[in-house]
Each structure stands twice: as C-alpha cells, then as structure tokens.
C-alpha cells in the first residue's frame, strides 16, 4: 500500500496563513518570524513580512515551511507567497510557490480592472494560462482586512467576519470570521506577556476553531489548531535562529492506520464487501465531517444511518447511478497538477498505446494506462510530498497519489475524462501493523456513462477492499478544497467489515 498521509499537511500550512494573515500591526510593515510545533515538536518555521516597494505598493511575503515524518523518512513541504496591494489599497498580483514534490509549481495572477483575474501555472517550463472571472464575494485586501479589523475593534465589537484572499489557498475569495474571547497571559520565547485571547473559524475547514492570542496591536503571539484527533499545532512568535532551528517532527503515519473488526481474506482478489463506518463525533474545535465525505461511485454506493453512522457497499462489477450527470469539460482540461499537454506526458501516450491510440477501445485503453503507470513508476516509496504528473513523469517515483495523477492526466490525454480520488484501501500488512486500512489515491476515468476505479499501484487494477471518500478534478482551487473533506475525518473512524465475498 502506498500512503496519501502528506495531504493533511499540505492543506495545514494553507489554514494557517488563512487565519493568520489578517492579524498583524497597524503600521503596514513588518518582518516576523514563528516557529511551527507539531504535538510539541519543532515542525517548521513562517517568516512574513511587509514592505512599501519603490512605487509605493505594499508587498506581503510569507515563507512557510513544515517537515512531516512518514516512518523514518522526513519529507519537507514548502509555500512561498506575496501579495502587491498599491498605497490606496487595490490589488495589483499575487504568487504561490509550492514545493511539494521535488519540483516547484509556481502560480501567479493578476488582478484585472474588471475584477477578473488572470493566471498562469507553470512547472518544468510548461505553462497554463486560465481567465478566472471577478469573484461574486465581495472581498478586502489583507491590508484592508486589517484595517477593517481594528476598525471594528474601535467600535467595541466583539465578533467579526470579512471576505478575503490569502495567496496560499489561491485567488478565491475564503470567509473569515473572528470572535473576541478575552485577556489571557502567554508564554512565548522564554517570557509571560498579556494577549487578547481569539477564537477564529475559515470557510476553508467549517467547524474547525483556530485559538489565536495577539498583542494590542493585533500581532499574532500564539496559534493554535487542531486539524486532525491527536494532532496539536501551535505557532508561536519567534526569532530567526529559533524558527529555523533543527526540526524533529512527530510520526503519525502510523497512527491514522484503521484496524477493522476482522480481516479481509484475499483482498486483492475481492470482488464485493459491505463495511459500517463509525465516525466518532467532532470534539470541540475540531473540523466537522460532512456528508459528501463519501462519494457514490459507479462501483460503491453510501448509505447514511445517522451523522455517525455510514454502510458502504463496494461491489467491482460498477453499475452507472441513475441520473448521473456526464462530467463537464474541466475533467478533460490540463491542469497544473494534471497537465496532459507536457510533451512528455504526450509522449508516454505513445508509448503506452502507439499513434493510433483513439482506435482502441475505451475501456481497454484505461486499463492498459493504468498497467504502464504501474510499470512507469520506478520508485515506489514515501520520500515524496505530492507531485505534480509532469514531475513524475520525468522522476519516476512516488506513492499512491503520484500514480494516481499520472493515470489520471493520461487519460484526460487520450480524451478520457478523469478525476483523483482519495480514501482508503485495506492490506494485510505494511509498516509493521497488520490487516490495516489506511490512505490511500487511485484514479476514477468516465467510461459509458458512470466513473470507472483504476488503481495503478494495483496489477489487477481495483478490488473491493477500497473505500472511496472524496474526488477532485484538481481545477484552480479545487484541489484544496476537495480534500479538505478528507481531513476531518483522519482519526475519527473505525470499519466493521459486515459481509465480503
């Protein structure tokens, strides 16, 4: 089994820098640093800073940086931001820099005058423009959020909500909202200072409560998330030798492994299964699991018992749900994560299938994509972050969800639409803990009308031991805020396995 526990990870470093960047002084410049904690541990640092170009802008940068251990192996995941505002608070541009893989994706955009914003992708030297039309949101500027925010501080109120960008989770409007909590002292770099004490909530993750303490000022002092059952996070104000010093992240790979109730014989080959899901409720403060968390496919059909309560039936002879919406155009559209226009990508088609490849049938030519991605893959280990399909196509290594892009990006190459798929897969044994579930991506391609399940870590492609949980197209911000479902969820559950054949 090939493990998809990174994803978690790299939405933190994104609902961090959402309830952060609104929180900082009244006077426009800064330069700060935080180190990041991980159930105790030095995970990571966030530098950001402010400062009036020649021309009078304001440029917001932030660096944050977290490492996860996965095993014994440390991945370390990187997002570089800035945001140009000019003096009188209109935005200009903004830029993500993701290092997730070995390769970096760099995204910049531009803010129109008509409200429309245009950007361009780009990795490896390929790039993909796409226009995105003026939000429907009206929306601030992180300096004008700050300004709105203090300005309500003035007035005396206690709860706050507003409309924003942050650059990390792309240029689509996310809701913040902010609710005075009271006076509370906070130990921080070795002293005890007095805070205003918040509780903050983001569209991004509903239901999950960031704790925030800030100075008079509004400077973050402390942050504090629980994105996942056992899994802290705190970010506190810091110095530079502080923030960047050696990290020593937790393992919690193991940890989210799922023992059910008894095992599955013969998984690879199993051709039917009914399981019961039990979701323990949300904590406070923690994420809320949302129906949709489960999706229905051609091969699995959800049932909803009660809010804690899902019996998932997955049956590997697919059937097509009735009144099954054919996909739109964006699952055959290139993407920075699916790019199926990179000229290597088109030239794996080739080989895969040869010139005549729209002769073969449909079915038949998925299946013989995903078998190549199997073999493509060289390195099949956990040292990778999250690829993108131009970068794996050229390293050759990853897990389950750089096959599961790869394969998903070459189908959308041989007109295929196709989509990746998050949840989980039972084995019989990996890292030492036996009859497992644990996370894991495959692809789902739209074949005679209903989504298809190809797994290409799988020789034989798909078996009944999967259970699937959400699925994105990887389109501008969807990627995010797909499996952000999934995060909640992480902890929550145990599996009774109620008939398999």
């Not at 323990?280 to 923690?286: D, I, T």
């Amino acid at each position: 089994m090939h493990k998809l526990f990174k994803m978690p990870f790299f939405i933190v470093p994104c609902m961090f820098l959402a309830c952060t960047s609104i929180l900082h002084a009244d006077d426009d410049t800064y330069d700060l640093w935080y180190t990041i904690l991980m159930s105790g541990q030095p995970s990571g640092y966030s530098h950001q800073s402010s400062q009036r170009t020649a021309g009078g802008n304001l440029l917001l940068q932030t660096q944050t940086q977290i490492t996860i251990a996965r095993q014994a192996i440390k991945i370390t995941i990187q997002m570089d931001t800035t945001f140009q505002e000019s003096a009188d608070g209109k935005p200009l541009r903004g830029s993500l820099t993701q290092t997730l893989g070995t390769m970096k994706m760099i995204q910049k955009y531009t803010f129109n005058e008509d409200g429309s914003i245009s950007m361009t992708s780009e990795q490896n030297g390929q790039v993909i423009k796409q226009e995105l039309p003026k939000p429907t949101q009206k929306w601030l500027t992180p300096t004008q959020s700050q300004k709105y925010v203090l300005d309500q501080l003035a007035k005396g109120q206690k709860e706050i909500s507003f409309v924003t960008i942050e650059p990390a989770s792309g240029p689509q409007p996310i809701t913040i909202k902010m609710k005075y909590i009271g006076q509370e002292t906070v130990q921080v770099i070795g002293k005890v200072v007095p805070a205003m004490q918040w509780e903050m909530t983001t569209s991004l993750m509903p239901g999950m409560i960031t704790r925030a303490w800030t100075n008079d000022k509004i400077i973050p002092i402390k942050t504090s998330m629980t994105p996942m059952p056992g899994m802290e996070m705190d970010v506190l104000l810091s110095d530079k030798n502080l923030a960047t010093q050696q990290v020593n992240p937790p393992e919690l790979l193991i940890s989210t492994m799922i023992h059910p109730n008894k095992p599955l014989p013969n998984p690879r080959s199993l051709k039917q299964a009914t399981y019961e899901l039990i979701i323990k409720p949300s904590a406070a403060g923690e994420p809320k699991v949302l129906r949709d968390s489960f999706i229905q496919t051609g091969s699995q059909r959800v049932k909803w018992i009660d809010d804690y309560h899902v019996q998932i039936t997955v049956n590997v002879k697919s059937q097509a749900i009735k009144g099954e919406a054919k996909p739109d155009a964006k699952y055959l559209k290139a993407t920075p994560v699916l790019n199926h226009q990179d000229p290597q990508i088109k030239q794996a088609i080739i080989r895969a299938l040869g010139n005549q490849w729209d002769q073969i049938p449909t079915m038949e030519r998925a299946v013989k994509l995903c078998h190549f991605v199997n073999g493509e893959i060289k390195s099949k280990d956990l040292s990778v972050g999250f690829a993108s399909a131009s970068e794996v196509i050229r390293t050759r290594q990853g897990d389950c969800s750089e096959h599961g892009v790869l394969l998903a990006a070459m189908l959308r190459g041989v007109a295929i639409p196709s989509r990746v798929v998050s949840g989980l897969i039972y084995v019989d044994e990996f890292l030492g803990q036996k009859n497992i579930f644990g996370y894991h991506m495959w692809s789902q391609a739209w074949i005679d009308g209903q989504w298809v399940d190809l797994d290409a870590t799988l020789l034989n492609v798909f078996d009944a031991a999967h259970i699937a949980m959400v699925a994105s197209s990887t389109g501008q911000g969807q990627t995010l805020n797909d499996m952000v479902k999934l995060t909640p969820l992480i902890g929550r559950l145990s599996i009774n396995v109620l008939s398999v054949r």
